[in-house]
């Protein structure tokens, strides 16, 4: 019962990171606007989610092949990287600039802080550092995404790597053994929450998904994730290798921690910094800092409900897909908040401008 109540526990420690993420992706989507990272001339051109969705397919067999051949060492290097540089565009928003003699007005916080971030992740991957990391990242990286993918391209990015997750969780299966390499990293592609606090990631050895996992594993790895082009996407885990002999997993009382990926967090938040950022004159609620427009608030709860979902089945030993469940509550809460806002159907489908 105790093990139960800590999984639990864990459950509303992921839902907090999810909520963090959105919160902080929706407080910087004016910020980085401002500071001149809205990049995409047209952002309500869905072809940019169809180029983001081949730079994923690209990047998948790309760290593959890495895998197979024994050069994920560049891999891990590549992603550490990529999570400093995100970092850096945050630290840009929170921290101030200094004038330095010679060297004129410098972002000195921003540089230290993301050569903390690479530093921590390369020479001490512990959870709590990776968990740390990978919320900065997401808010970076949904923040990013939302003021240059309109709403549009958004629904299009979403649909399809639902889509994509599904087939590739449940039909061609490549992504489970993508999982198995990822989790071996120790990077914030995938968010640790342990089930005790004298958990200690660096102490499990080579962590694998659980396809390839002995039958006493203890942690259990509802989503892996696939980083691609400054983003990620997320693809389930899979079940350990004693589930085709026996037909069931690991029970709580058998896991050390549950794991997620990022992707789950970022890609619906894209939508709902989107929402946030090119929906105006809508009911809003506006906290310090931040303005929840409807559409975006309710996307926000459709993404927490299918979250829920989610890890009940994974408390019940489950392995699912999770971007079908994510996306889709993103995008059902997103349409319900735009109609009760009074927006037409067709201009909450980002399709004023196409038809």
Known sequence: MEKRQRAVAACGGIVLIFLTVQLGALALVEPFKQQGHQFVQDTSDPTISVLYIGAILVATGVMLAAFKYGVDGLIRFFVVFSGAYIAWYVFQVLFPPVDIAGLGTVNVFAYLGGLAIFAG?????????????????????????GINFGILPALVLLSVLAVYDAISVYGTEHMLELASGVMDLRVPVVLVVPLSLSYSFLDEGDVESETDAPADETVDTPDAVADGAGGEESQAASEDADTEESGERPGIEDRDALFIGLGDAVIPTVLIASAGFFIRDVPSLVLPGITIPLPAGAAMVGTLVGLVVLLRMVLKGRAHAGLPLLNGGAISGYLVGALLSGIPLVEALGLSGVL
Not at 124 to 137: F, K, Q, S
């Open 121 to 145: 992740l390369y020479l001490y991957p512990e959870w709590y550092v990776i968990d740390a990391t990978g919320v900065v990242m997401g808010i970076g990286a949904a923040g990013l995404f």
